[in-house]
C-alpha cells in the first residue's frame, strides 16, 4: 500500500496563495489517479480536485475552479495543488488520496489511501 504525506498548508489572509504537496513512497505511483479532498469543522469530507494516473486529465470542484490546479510529477512521486485567491470559506484539513481507478473520480469512496491531512486557514 502506498504511504502518503502532505505538506504546504499554513496559515494566509484572505486573498493569499499556498502550494500544497503529497508526496507518495511505499509502491508505483504512477498507476493510479490521484486526488485532494478537504473537510471543514463539522462538514463532511468533500472533493477539491482530481487527476488521472497521467496527469493528462484534471478535475476540480465548482468551488474552487478557476482558483485552484491540480498537478503530479510521477518521476517525483508527488502529487500539487495549487491555491490561488484564497478564501475563508477554504479553510479545512486539506487530504490527498489515492484511487483504485487510472481515471478521474469525485467519490471519496472510491479512494482507499489517505495522508493524515494539513491544516489550511484563511483568515479574512
Known amino acids: 500500500q502506498v504511504q502518503l504525506v502532505e505538506s504546504g498548508g499554513g496559515l494566509v489572509q484572505a486573498g493569499g496563495s499556498l502550494r500544497l504537496s503529497c508526496a507518495a513512497s511505499?509502491?508505483?505511483?504512477?498507476?493510479?489517479?490521484m486526488g485532494w479532498f478537504r473537510q471543514a469543522p463539522g462538514k463532511e469530507r468533500e472533493f477539491v480536485a482530481g487527476?488521472?494516473?497521467?496527469?493528462?486529465?484534471?478535475s476540480v470542484a465548482d468551488s474552487v475552479k478557476g482558483r485552484f490546479t491540480i498537478s503530479r510529477d510521477n518521476a517525483k512521486n508527488t502529487m500539487y495543488l495549487r491555491m490561488n485567491s484564497l478564501k475563508p470559506e477554504d479553510t479545512a484539513v486539506y487530504y490527498c488520496?489515492?484511487?483504485?481507478?487510472?481515471?478521474?473520480?469525485?467519490?471519496?469512496?472510491?479512494?482507499?489511501?489517505w495522508g493524515q491531512g494539513t491544516q489550511v486557514t484563511v483568515s479574512s
Open positions: 488520496a489515492e484511487s483504485r481507478t487510472t481515471v478521474v473520480v469525485t467519490n471519496k469512496y472510491e479512494y482507499d489511501s
Open positions: 511505499g509502491r508505483r505511483f504512477s498507476g493510479y489517479a
Open positions: 487527476i488521472s494516473w497521467s496527469g493528462s486529465s484534471t
